[in-house]
C-alpha cells in the first residue's frame, strides 16, 4: 500500500504546464487527433507516460498514490500533454476517437507504466527508489 500525498495545486506540474486549461475550436480537434494517434502508438505512449513519472515528481505522487481514482486516465493525460500538447480535456475527447481494441491497449500500456511507478514507489524513499532504478 502506498500512503496517500498531497500537494497545493501550485505546486503540481500538470497545473504549471496546462493540462487543465480549455481549449476549443480547430486546436481541440487537433489536439484530440494527436492524442489518439500517440494512444495508437503503445511504446511511444509508454515512452510519453514514462516522461511524466520522471518530469513530474509531485504530479506523480499527488495523484498516483490516489488508489480510488482512475489513475490510468491520469497517466495517459499526462503523457498526451507532455508529448503532443494535448490538455486533460482535449485528451478526453481524442479517447474516443479510438476503437475498444485500441482503448484496451492503451489502458495496457497505461497499467504497465502504472505497476513500474508503483514498484519503484514502495517499501523505499520514492525519489530514492526512481533515481536508482534511473540511473
Known sequence: ????VYFHYQDLEEWRDG???IVGGKKRQSNGEAAAKLMQDSPAFEAAM????E???????HNLSAED???LAWL???GCLLEVGSPEENTRYGWHML?????DEANATAQKVLDAWIEANTDSPPL????VSHA
Open 128 to 131: 530514492l527508489k526512481m533515481m
Open 99 to 103: 476503437t475498444t481494441k485500441e482503448q
Open 76 to 78: 495517459g493525460h499526462a
Open 55 to 61: 518530469e513530474w515528481p509531485n504530479s506523480c505522487r
Open 1 to 4: 500500500m502506498i500512503d496517500r
Open 50 to 53: 514514462m516522461r511524466a513519472l
Open 19 to 21: 493540462m487543465w486549461r
Open 69 to 71: 481514482t482512475n489513475r
